[in-house]
């Protein structure tokens, strides 16, 4: 579904992925795993070309997108969701409107099928319309807030969703609520994901594919089983919470 051959990106003189390969695979959830700083959000925000290589090429269905020009790309925000690491509500808006957004945007719905598409969306992540349409983001706990960026990445009925940090700072009944919608996303919709947590547990109930992404290469790749016994020590040290030595915190 989409391709990374050899991506390289700098910020400044900082080099920071140094020649990704990475394959995302259709109906399938995806984790990238990486420490922080490492360049995770920098890979997905390349999927929708919020970021431009300097090397390399990125394909969606086979097609070239890393260098189409914006009114190319807008077609292709509409069909890959976005779940930003910040949540990124809009704080003046209530939750009704948050989640109208992109529809109002990207589609020509009568008010009418505008309403019922809102409420359908908001009733997915587990949220009842009538109570939380008219309230506005600083109403909402951190987990409602995360539910409301989900609905509002549904609204578009994406055939992609990137989530980045979908449970970082939630309690862990919160987590495990959205790890869940993640799986049944793909499990009834045959949705594409590609998720990047550090909350390991959770990665591992929804991802069907892991990527290990380290000082700007993807080092192993592979279904759970084959990733959790990969002999790379870098999995290993990961995945076992044990100390990477300095690079960790860099
Ligand atoms: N637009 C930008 N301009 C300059 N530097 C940037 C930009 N975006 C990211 N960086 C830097 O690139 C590095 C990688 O950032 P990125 O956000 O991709 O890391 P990450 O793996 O998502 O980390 P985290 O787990 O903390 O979210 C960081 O050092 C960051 O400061
Ligand atoms: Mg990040």
Same mark, same amino acid.
């Given at each position: 579904m989409i391709q990374f051959e050899n991506v390289t990106k700098s910020f400044g003189n900082r080099p920071i992925l140094r020649g990704v390969n990475l394959t995302i695979e259709k109906g399938k959830t995806t984790v990238i795993f990486g420490v922080s700083g490492g360049g995770k959000s920098t890979i997905i925000k390349h999927m929708v070309g919020l970021l431009k290589p300097d090397r390399g090429i990125i394909r969606y269905q086979g097609r070239r997108i890393d260098n189409i020009n914006e009114q190319e790309l807008r077609e292709i925000r509409k069909k890959i969701g976005f779940l930003f690491q910040s949540g990124a509500l809009f704080d003046s808006m209530n939750i009704g409107e948050n989640v109208a957004f992109p529809m109002r945007e990207h589609q020509k719905l009568t008010p009418k099928e505008l309403n019922r598409k809102i409420d359908e969306k908001l009733t997915m992540v587990g949220l009842e319309p009538s109570v939380v349409? $008219? *309230?506005?983001? /600083? /109403? *909402? $706990?951190g987990g409602m807030r995360k539910r409301v960026g989900l609905a509002r990445t549904l609204a578009l009925e994406p055939e992609v969703i990137l989530y980045d940090e979908p449970t970082s700072g939630l309690d862990p009944v919160t987590s495990d609520f959205i790890t869940q919608m993640i799986c049944r996303l793909r499990d009834e919709m045959g949705m594409t994901s590609v998720l990047i947590s550090h909350d390991i547990a959770e990665s591992f109930k929804a991802g069907d594919h892991y990527a290990m992404l380290f000082e700007g290469v993807i080092v192993a790749t592979g279904d759970k089983a084959a990733f959790q016994a990969s002999p790379n020590e870098v999995v290993q040290q990961f995945i076992h919470a044990r100390s990477v030595g300095p690079i960790a915190f860099h």
């Open positions: 349409r $008219s *309230l506005y983001p /600083e /109403e *909402l $706990s």
